[in-house]
């Protein structure tokens, strides 16, 4: 009686425990684990104490189970196996103070003997069970099972002596205890396939199971296969009880969950007494044990046919969901956002066919579906959406499906609608359409934000046949969805946009973790296509993948015999020997620190020794092409040792390379990345790269494997890379543009290149895209602006565009229309900073849906485009870091799987740059800016670059185009810089290059009546405005020149 009263009190707290313990999205792993390690300490239990008890009752002569002893010597003999109890008892106690304390503050409740004996704490609890229909339903679930379990118990050895003759209770025990050993399993099945939610067809699935195996007992007529048959009993009543508590869990709130747990195990034992009771009467009656063995079928059956009836799209959603994971793995984020009952509209992003089914499967309650009635209609779907109760909706004509989905919400069911209004063209988020906000505005309920990450590149998404390609790898694809936060019903379509924007960085965040590193991710893609050219110089080389990764192997083995330490400096331009390089230094697990040659002795100096780099790849033949811009590549690099390729390649003799050759042609990437590649974790260090110090000191930014793999399959999803692509790499590799954009996203997503050394050569450039058909030209605003000028560069040279993208710094107006004018190609400008890989936003092509007609905005000229999935901006009062309204300009915030690891041997700079916001990583950009309600972002001007005169803040780039436009000369360079000033605190000085005069300019800005505040103080005509080796402006120097120059300066 002591144990049961116990356990009355123990059950209720474990189950409630578990779900403080492990949460919503773990909560039906938990049950498994809690329900196969509950049925293994059982049958653990038996088997040990059985030994046991065989040991202590043996007797003298041999005679097993204390054949002969007397009461007080049996009670002495096993008296030994009840400490055994004791101390199982007391590892339970002690394990149990090991258990976190997960209490809220306890409230004013105290326990009130007069109520309890008096009945009212037991109507109260049932209550509290019957007041939520799934809860019930749940609780009679477990209680037809348990008592049929009871019944079964009971009889079966009975109906085994009737009917196999078998009175052995060793055999009939033994046989019993299979099903024992099937809970285990089935739990730790039923675990498997949930997951991360709660998955209710199991429920019907596993009572038609059980069902079907009563029906078979008693037609078997030997002892094993009966032994079989309770095997799989186990596994369907594991598959059966674990969502069912989970659901019970699930669904009780915090207060009621203690009350529920309790109800649930009075009905449980209420049932199965009352069993109980129903097999004693049969035997008293002299029912035959094969009648009760029937009639627990049909009990069964009727219990079945009742689940299937309340549960029908569960059981569909079961079957389909089975069909769906042969091909995809669902993982769910944040289910305990989703209310467990109440009106729920549920709002994300639309990026394939299958997005319905994804969302129907990771929710644990039944999801009512808006649907355009084009599809809708279709015969051959119409009988499957009736059966799922979608709600068909027509453009020009959806009031009335927005009045029923206000009815649905009111009477707390929950509702699904993809704002967007069709699927994606660009991976990217369509305009979120406000009809929502209709059928919201006088519904009862919550609005759920989601984000499905996973499906754009597969079959039945809008993405090219390239990604569909490369991204199909013979396994499962992994699909993510993330919900979130609840926000009130009556929020704004872009407040629910900036939502579900944050949600894809939590989504890709459980996507990074599944990358590999960067060596192993590109042999993989080299392997597929190793006859296919990849590599082109623009002088005329060509390598396949099979000649390129054996390349970068032999180099590799040479790079770990000469470089003893972890970082590996390379000294080359954007060519094959810098591709290689780079490629061969990650393979043999080095850090790469590609080094600016255009920088200052002392910032290479610097950089050398931060990053600790000791030895150097380079080439002699760009260290001579160095010497005739006047760089000594050996003087400016003293203080390490230079390794030229030329040199390294002279080693490898004609066997070694031939032998190489073979390997790579006869070895999967599997066998050559164990064979050739150092053991790397993806969160390492992958290159050092440092900052272009346009105004300060460089810093050394360390970017990890994830980064710079993320980035890439970021940008390929956005860009909807073609079959037919191939890129122009002549971006510097020590930039971040030219690393991951140039280099390592042709690498990885397996798009041909053309390397060209030298960005400001746009003659050569084009020359390599018009021989080669490039498809994708990245470059920045001041490269693109030497295409515009040479004379000899003609349109034809760039037909074969289909895109160009401008990156690193602000693209100038004059530079965009002109582009457009000589070459009718648009620029599509992009956004981010070497600490975000660099890319966070981009523009793209705006992409037309034919089937109805609906256009995606993808490109907003001024802007610098929306976020790229897995990355979200926000926008913030500077000091406070409050979050600002659309539209409002502030510090711009980057958050996603792109943020740099870290400043180098930076750890309070770091902290500095980077914070964390809601559980989230945001990097400082520095720059002001805002975003408009679809998300497309804006940018003002640096905070750096602003200039206090007389108490009012002035954009020194807002300066820059007044003159340009005033003087209606678009490419005139200047540079505006703030120098401290006395009188009004700072003043603007304006450097620009032979051209006009710094009368001539002041008189057409007093003339076209700008403001006095917004005219240089001086103007000041300069040999050249200073810039750095990524063609962007050197701040830093212009404004060191500009005080050398000064008249006002000292």
């Not at 799934?134 to 009679?140: A, D, E, N, P, Q």
């Not at 037809?144 to 209770?169: C, H, M, N, R």
């Not at 401290?980 to 300019?1001: F, M, N, S, W, Y």
């Not at 005509?1021 to 063609?1031: E, F, N, Q, R, Y």
Request: proline share 5%.
């Amino acid at each position: 009686f002591l144990l049961a009263l116990q356990s009355a009190i123990y059950s209720p707290s474990k189950f409630g425990y578990i779900k403080e313990l492990a949460g919503i999205d773990a909560l039906t792993k938990a049950n498994a684990w809690a329900q196969a390690s509950s049925s293994s300490a059982i049958l653990a239990g038996i088997l040990i104490f059985s030994m046991l008890f065989e040991t202590f009752l043996q007797t003298p002569a041999g005679l097993p189970g204390g054949e002969g002893l007397g009461p007080d010597e049996l009670l002495r003999r096993i008296a030994p196996v009840g400490w055994f109890l004791v101390l199982g008892s007391l590892l339970e106690l002690a394990l149990a103070y090991q258990l976190p304390d997960k209490r809220q503050a306890l409230d004013q409740m105290r326990f009130n003997w007069r109520e309890y004996l008096g009945g009212r704490y037991l109507v109260h609890n049932l209550h509290a069970a019957w007041d939520n229909r799934v809860i019930w339903l749940s609780i009679i679930g477990l209680g037809v099972f348990w008592g049929i379990s009871q019944v079964l118990l009971a009889a079966f050895p009975a109906y085994a002596k009737d009917s196999l003759g078998e009175t052995s209770t060793v055999v009939i025990q033994g046989t019993m205890a299979f099903a024992g050993i099937g809970i285990i399993i089935g739990s730790a099945l039923a675990g498997r396939i949930s997951r991360d939610h709660v998955e209710t067809g199991l429920i019907p699935f596993s009572a038609l199971g059980i069902t079907l195996v009563l029906f078979v007992l008693p037609g078997i007529g030997s002892a094993w296969l009966h032994a079989l048959n309770f095997f799989a009993l186990g596994v369907l009543a594991g598959i059966f009880i674990v969502p069912l508590n989970a659901l019970i869990q699930f669904n009780a709130g915090e207060r009621e969950l203690g009350r529920v747990l309790a109800a649930k195990n009075f009905i449980l034992n209420l049932i199965m007494l009352g069993a109980l009771v129903i097999t004693v009467a049969s035997a008293l009656a002299e029912t035959g044990s094969r009648a009760i063995m029937i009639a627990l079928g049909i009990v069964a059956l009727v219990g079945a046919l009742y689940t299937v009836w309340q549960l029908p799209q569960s059981l569909v959603r079961f079957f389909i969901a089975r069909i769906i994971a042969t091909r995809y793995r669902l993982q769910v984020i944040g289910l305990n956002n989703m209310p467990a009952q109440g009106g729920v509209l549920m709002l994300g992003n639309h990026i394939s066919w299958l997005d319905w089914a994804m969302v129907q499967m990771a929710s644990p309650r039944p999801v009512r579906f808006v649907m355009e009635r084009v599809i809708y209609e279709r015969w051959y779907l119409r009988w499957l959406l009736d059966f799922f109760g979608v709600v068909p909706i027509s453009r020009g004509r959806s009031r009335h499906a927005l009045e029923a989905v206000t009815e649905l919400l009111n009477q707390g069911e929950v509702v699904c609608l993809f704002p967007e209004g069709t699927l994606s063209k660009n991976a990217q988020l369509g305009e979120f359409k406000k009809g929502f906000e209709l059928a919201a505005k006088d519904a009862a309920g919550v609005i759920l934000p989601f984000y499905l990450r996973g499906l754009w590149g597969s079959r039945f998404s809008n993405a090219s046949d390239k990604l569909k390609e490369s991204r199909r790898d013979g396994r499962a694809r992994n699909v993510i969805i993330a919900f979130g936060t609840r926000l009130p019903i009556a929020s704004p379509a872009e407040r629910v946009k900036q939502a579900v924007f944050e949600l894809s960085v939590s989504s890709w965040q459980e996507h990074v973790q599944t990358l590999p590193t960067l060596p192993s991710a590109w042999l993989s893609t080299a392997k597929r296509s190793v006859g296919t050219p990849v590599l082109f110089d623009s002088s005329g080389t060509a390598l396949t993948n099979r000649k390129l990764i054996t390349a970068v192997l032999l180099f590799a083995g040479a790079i770990r015999r000469r470089v003893p330490e972890q970082n590996l400096g390379i000294l080359l331009p954007a060519s094959s020997a810098g591709v290689i390089a780079n490629l061969a230094g990650w393979v043999a697990g080095k850090t790469v620190v590609n080094l600016n040659y255009t920088a200052t002795p002392e910032a290479i100096q610097a950089a050398l020794d931060k990053a600790g780099v000791r030895n150097l790849i380079t080439a002699e033949r760009f260290t001579r092409k160095l010497k005739t811009r006047g760089i000594d590549a050996e003087a400016l690099f003293a203080g390490a040792r230079l390794h030229a390729m030329e040199e390294i390649g002279k080693g490898f003799g004609q066997l070694h390379r031939l032998l190489m050759l073979c390997t790579v042609v006869f070895l999967p990437a599997t066998w050559l990345h164990g064979l050739f590649c150092r053991r790397l974790h993806p969160e390492d260090t992958a290159a050092i790269l440092f900052s272009s110090g346009s105004e300060g000191a460089p810093k050394g930014i360390e970017l990890t494997h994830r980064n710079i793999l993320a980035n890439v399959r970021q940008i390929s999803d956005v860009l909807n890379t073609e079959r037919d692509d191939l890129m122009l790499s002549n971006l510097p590799l020590f930039h971040a543009f030219g690393l991951t954009v140039t280099t390592c996203l042709p690498l990885l997503e397996g798009i041909p290149m053309v390397c060209h050394p030298d960005p400001t050569d746009a003659l050569g450039s084009a020359k390599a895209i018009a021989r080669w058909r490039a498809t994708v030209l990245c470059s920045t605003s001041t490269f693109l602006r030497l295409y515009l000028r040479n004379r000899r560069l003609h349109p034809i040279m760039l037909e074969s565009l289909r895109i160009v993208v401008a990156g690193a710094e602000r693209l100038r107006p004059d530079v965009r229309d002109a582009f457009g004018l000589k070459f009718s190609k648009t620029i599509y400008e992009g956004y981010g900073a070497t600490e975000t890989t660099p890319v966070a936003s981009v523009n793209v092509p705006d992409a037309i849906e034919i089937d109805n007609w609906k256009i995606q905005i993808g490109s907003k000229p001024g802007t610098v485009g929306m976020p790229l999935p897995g990355t979200s901006f926000r926008i913030v009062d500077p000091v406070t870091l409050r979050t600002l309204p659309n539209g409002e300009d502030g510090l711009i915030l980057i958050g996603g799987v792109q943020v740099m690891k870290g400043y180098l041997e930076e750890p309070e700079r770091t902290a500095e740059a980077v914070v964390e916001l809601d559980g989230q990583r945001w990097y400082k950009t520095g720059d002001k800016g805002h975003q408009d309600a679809d998300g497309f972002l804006s940018i003002v001007d640096r905070y750096s670059r602003f200039a206090k005169v007389g108490g009012e803040m002035l954009s020194l780039g807002a300066i820059e185009q007044q003159v340009r436009d005033v003087l209606e000369l678009p490419d005139l360079e200047l540079c505006a810089v703030n120098l401290p000033d006395q009188r009004k605190g700072e003043r603007v000085l304006l450097l620009l290059e032979p051209g006009p005069t710094a009368d001539e300019v002041r008189s057409r800005l007093i003339a076209a009546d700008t403001n006095p505040l917004t005219i240089p103080s001086e103007i000041l005509t300069v040999d050249a405005i200073p810039k750095l080796g990524s063609g962007k402006t050197d701040f830093r120097a212009a404004k060191r020149l500009a005080s050398e120059r000064s008249e006002g300066s000292g």
